[in-house]
């Protein structure tokens, strides 16, 4: 019977340490305050709307220079269409 209690407390020490490594308060506290919660989702999806311009901006960069590399290789079919399309996007960009 004693070593059933100390098994018990033992699982009990382990579980409120678990507890303890969750931080289960300062979550409910993060929660409940709205403006900061709020503000932190503002900032993050501004974060991430500007890294997504940027990374598409250097993308379509990247892949403006590799179709004028290609247009310029006088490819029979593929570089009539190739420039075309540069034409095309440079004229956009203008």
Do not use: W
Request: proline share 1%; aromatic share 8%; with cysteine.
């Amino acid at each position: 019977m004693k070593e059933c209690r100390e098994d018990l407390a033992k699982k009990m020490e382990e579980y409120l340490h678990r507890m303890e490594q969750l931080r289960l308060a300062e979550y409910l506290a993060y929660v409940s305050d709205r403006r900061r919660l709020m503000r932190n989702h503002f900032l993050g999806g501004l974060a991430r709307g500007v890294g997504m311009a940027v990374g598409f901006t250097v993308l379509g960069a990247a892949l403006v220079i590799f179709l004028r590399h290609l247009a310029e290789q006088n490819l029979p079919l593929i570089g009539d269409f190739l420039a075309q399309i540069v034409t095309v996007v440079q004229r956009r960009l203008e």
